[in-house]
């Protein structure tokens, strides 16, 4: 997942990343969204810290690249 990858290089690193994702589908249009519920503990991370860092992993995730889909 891109965020453990990002988190680790900000020199963090996750007691847990619990992830769960919902994909929209439409039979004949293919995938058209997907949503990520993330719960986290992340020793010593400020809220501030982990949303820039969040925000990092999802603009350089390379599966949201792949798919070119909204991700929320």
Known sequence: MALSHSLEDAGYTPDTLE????VSFQPGDGV???DILLRASVP??????FATVA???KANCPISQ????PIS
Not at 19 to 22: E, G, I, K
Not at 44 to 49: A, H, I, K, S, V
Not at 66 to 69: D, I, L, M, N, S
């Open 19 to 22: 992830v769960t994702v919902t």
């Open 32 to 34: 058209l969204g997907s």
């Open 44 to 49: 010593e991370l400020l809220p501030e810290t």
């Open 55 to 57: 925000e990092d992993a």
């Open 66 to 69: 792949a798919f070119r889909v």
